[in-house]
């Protein structure tokens, strides 16, 4: 039986209601006047005055757009070592992504970070099948902020990947040029004929959570029938999500394979939002978590440790949302008003688990690739 996780659900088209209000923060995480969150001694280090004070560098890998001016990433680096001052934060941003620590795994060579930040369940399950021994430690219980976590956003039964925050996949579309399709099937309609963009599964988040989001709609049996049809009303498939947002900001098509969150990014003054609507085919979207996983062959455990609870803490959670425009892995985050004005949950919420995807993932992929790009 296909295993599917249902999430909160809220009305179609509803916002989510979250309370706050937007604000700032002092360098230890301590908000300030106007944050909306109520306390901060709960918001810093989750460190007792039983532990040693921490030291070391500690290299997180990740994705490029966790880095940079203003991403969460740089936010994250700035409050953790303003909170220790003994401690440096870099950040490595590998070009084959998880890919590289297992072929590095498999080499035997030594693994040079200490954490890995963007993991995602597909990942994690081609990490375990392709590896004698795991690449990540077991780090949930050892988390104080562990009872915290969504528990419907955790993807690893053993505890060692760790949502930090998750992203709906849904469609945006321009209202102006077409009506919101409905269901999966509407989008088969000569009315929607050349009017979908979407994403490569093999190398895209979104897109293999798109075609994830099919499997689960039309079934294994069925789903490579739903993409020849697909094909055959005009879809078209780029590498990555930015081309593909590109391509639908250019009016290439009227609708794009994107997330829910979008308008959050996308409003404001001169701003046209009838060309930012989420559809929620099925009154559905796919969750897509993002988990962050101690590496079993890191120097600095502990280290590791205290960063993955610093990121789970409430104002943490409500500046990596806004900043990476995903909704929080934990239940207490304070959002801003403004975010929890534009970010749109569905009705309902499906994803495969760990199990689900065990031993299916890469064959489905290999499959949809074959047939739908050519290799």
Known sequence: MERRTFFKTVGAGTVVALAGCSGSQTDDGTPTEGTGTETSTQQTSTSTSTESVPSGSLTVAT?????????????????????YSDVTVEFTTPENGINQYIQRKQQGASIDADLFVGLNTGELVRADSELETSLFSQSLSDLERRDAINPQLEIDPDGRAVPYDTGYISLVYDEGNIEEPQTFDDLLKSEYDNALITQNA???????AFLLWTIDAKGEDDYLDYWSKLQDNGVKILEDWQPAYNAYTNEEAPMVVSYSTDQVYYHGEGVDMSRHQIGFLNDQGYANPEAMARFADTDLPDLARRFMDFVLQPAQQAEIAVRNVQFPAVTDANLPEEFSQYAYEPPEAVTFGYERLQ??????????????VGY
Do not use: H, M
């Open 63 to 83: 994705y490029d757009s966790f880095t940079g001016d203003g991403s969460a990433g740089n936010y994250l680096k700035s409050q953790f070592e303003s909170r």
């Open 202 to 208: 093999q190398q895209s988040d979104p897109g293999r």
């Open 359 to 372: 031993g299916n993932v890469d064959t489905w992929i290999d499959d949809w690739a074959r047939q739908v």
